[in-house]
T-cell receptor, first 113, second 116 residues
Framework: AQSVTQLDSHVSVSEGTPVLLRCNYS??????LFWYVQHPNKGLQLLLKYTSAATLVKGINGFEAEFKKSETSFHLTKPSAHMSDAAEYFC???????????FGGGTRVLVKP | GAGVSQSPRYKVAKRGQDVALRCDPI?????LFWYQQALGQGPEFLTY????????KSGLPSDRFFAERPEGSVSTLKIQRTQQEDSAVYLCASSIRTAPSLYGYTFGSGTRLTVV
């Protein structure tokens, strides 16, 4: 069994400041982990994925995430927020080499000018 | 096509009506998934196809939900006798591989179903 907990349902940041979105997971298996972003009325877009290679994963648009097995965490960060980063972000876990994705509840990011 | 295409984009159904939602995956993609996203929540798994075979339907919430992919390409999710709790966005995703967690998924924009 696997589950994902996103610790913040809403995050508000000022443009140009760092963004931190927190995610903890639970998995009976060696997991694959993902972050997806969903803009209004748009499809889910993959930001980055961890599949048991390097623990620090770099993604698109300046995002990165670090896999910490001891803490069962996969937090997403970006050094400087842009207005276009306002969206809903989902942390996702899957069994490595598996198929079914388990999504967290989402974190809505608001970027203030 | 270039992406996963879903139709219709929006659907309003009267309670008790049957609906059919269509998904056109990327050409050549072996794996196809359906997810249900209720308002304010993350998507939840409904069912998974590998080519035409439905390998996992554990997420279908009731026997009113039925999915098919008869020729291993286009898929249809059918909901019979719709209820208000069926109101959600239905997402389709496809992947070129049979182990998509290693290679990634492409999601469609979804069909927003509203049952009135």
């Amino acid at each position: 069994a696997q589950s994902v907990t996103q610790l913040d349902s809403h995050v508000s940041v000022s443009e140009g400041t760092p963004v931190l979105l927190r995610c903890n997971y639970s998995s009976s298996y060696s997991p694959s982990l993902f972050w997806y972003v969903q803009h209004p009325n748009k499809g889910l877009q993959l930001l980055l994925k961890y599949t048991s290679a390097a623990t620090l994963v770099k993604g698109i648009n300046g995002f990165e995430a670090e896999f910490k097995k001891s803490e069962t965490s996969f937090h997403l960060t970006k050094p400087s927020a842009h207005m276009s980063d306002a969206a809903e972000y989902f942390c996702v876990v899957s069994k490595a080499a598996g198929n079914k994705l388990t999504f967290g509840g989402g974190t809505r990011v608001l970027v203030k000018p | 096509g270039a992406g996963v295409s879903q139709s219709p984009r929006y659907k309003v159904a009267k309670r008790g009506q049957d609906v059919a939602l269509r998904c056109d995956p990327i050409s050549g993609h072996v794996s196809l998934f359906w997810y249900q996203q209720a308002l304010g929540q993350g998507p939840e798994f409904l069912t998974y196809f590998q080519n035409e075979a439905q390998l996992d339907k554990s997420g279908l919430p009731s026997d009113r939900f039925f999915a098919e992919r008869p020729e291993g390409s286009v898929s249809t999710l059918k909901i019979q006798r719709t209820q208000q709790e069926d109101s959600a966005v239905y997402l389709c995703a496809s992947s070129i591989r049979t182990a998509p967690s290693l290679y990634g998924y492409t999601f469609g924009s979804g069909t927003r179903l509203t049952v009135v």
